[in-house]
């Protein structure tokens, strides 16, 4: 088995040196070009870190735990947890994933887990919201995913909201669209609140009008279809900007009723960029994507930055080889991320 003290000797660098690279705690410390040597060579040689050597070393498992309140069981799942995993792997750690039902169960889940060695807690919720904390993690390593605590101080990560809406309607807007609709959620949801008031100050930017008449807030399938039908007839929208997929599909279905083709007659963009609405809807939909990847891979970056005890200022990102959208500096509090719009057919071309 290939030791540090060789991956020393062919590199002509110290022992500690090597150590500081193959733990992730070069940054500031060792020359990059000098790191870049250490973990090619590491790689060549087939270095594996020994865990059990490690955890008896620094009285760290380099297991983390990942509290999902319900995100296991929604769709996104798998890209929160598949990003959080990544991050996990690249920086020599292994993690554990429970699902809870609320915050007593939260507090039993991250006991169960303490009693595994846990260095530090994603504690992640199934969309963004302001959430109490669990008592049980205020001392120690936590981060949240999709969600801030109510005091704001707590490290989290969350999708830009405003920026949402102000993307989406600008995209409207130079799509020659001057009579854009809002189709929000009637739930109350922090990021319905955020993605109207993006939506209302890209159009306030623009000299358009954004009066309540043109701005609907449903819930159901049934009253959606309703409201979208009256808002065609007395408002004749050339827009659509909607709260999600879901909202925009049913405009799709309006939009059939009164004879309108999207992409031509009328331009829609939601949020999600839901697989099942994105195979299903014809012409395909313009959509906002949800960083659940990138939210995933920042908040377990972000974690064993603070479990190692990294300089804020000094603390990266690892590398990753997926096409993400931009991720925020781990010393940025509270971070947000810009979501990427995925350009398709619904939104007709100048």
């Known amino acids: 088995m290939t030791t540090m003290k060789e991956i020393a000797q ?19 410390r060792v020359k990059p070009g000098t790191a870049s040597h250490v973990r090619q060579t590491a790689q060549a040689l087939g270095y594996q870190p020994n865990p059990l050597a490690r955890s008896l070393r620094t009285s760290k498992t380099r297991i983390l735990g990942f509290i999902s309140e319900e ?4 769709p996104y799942a798998g890209g929160m947890i598949l990003g ?4 996990a792997s690249r920086l020599g750690y292994v993690m ?13 889940e991250i006991a169960a887990l303490q009693r595994y060695g846990v260095d530090g807690f994603v504690y992640a919720k199934m969309f963004n919201c302001l959430t109490s904390v669990p ?35 600008r995209r409207l807007i130079a799509a020659d669209c001057a009579h854009i609709a809002y189709i929000g959620s009637s739930d109350p949801m922090l990021a319905q609140g955020l993605r109207l008031a993006g939506h209302r100050q890209a159009l306030k ?9 043109m701005q609907i807030s449903v819930s159901g399938n049934e009253a959606a279809l309703s409201a979208i039908d009256r808002m065609i007839e007395s408002e ?16 799709y279905l309006c939009a059939a009723r009164h004879g309108l083709h999207i992409g031509e007659d009328i331009s829609v963009i939601g949020v999600d960029n839901h697989r099942v609405f994105a195979e299903t809807l014809s012409p395909r939909l313009t959509s906002v994507e949800l960083p659940h990847y990138e939210m995933g891979f920042w908040a377990v970056s972000k974690l064993v930055s603070l479990i190692e005890e990294q300089n804020p200022s000094e603390a990266t990102l690892p590398p990753t080889d997926r096409d993400t959208a931009p991720m ?5 509090a509270p971070a947000q991320i810009h979501c990427r719009l995925i350009e398709k057919e619904s939104v007709r071309r100048r």
């Open 10 to 28: 062919r590199t002509g660098v110290s022992v500690s040196t090597v150590s500081l690279v193959l733990n992730n705690r070069d940054a500031g």
């Open 71 to 74: 995100i296991a069981t929604t």
């Open 84 to 87: 959080a995993q990544d991050a």
């Open 96 to 108: 554990l994933t429970v699902n809870t039902d609320g915050i007593a169960n939260a507090n039993d």
């Open 135 to 169: 008592s049980s993690l205020a001392s120690l390593p936590f981060v949240l995913a999709d969600a801030q605590d109510e005091e704001h101080r707590s490290p989290s990560i969350t999708p830009d909201e405003f920026q949402i809406g102000y993307d989406a309607t």
């Open 205 to 213: 930017d623009a000299g358009l009008d954004f009066g309540s008449h």
């Open 236 to 251: 004749h929208p050339d827009g659509f900007f909607c709260f999600n997929d879901a909202r925009a599909m049913q405009v």
């Open 328 to 332: 925020p500096l781990l010393d940025s």
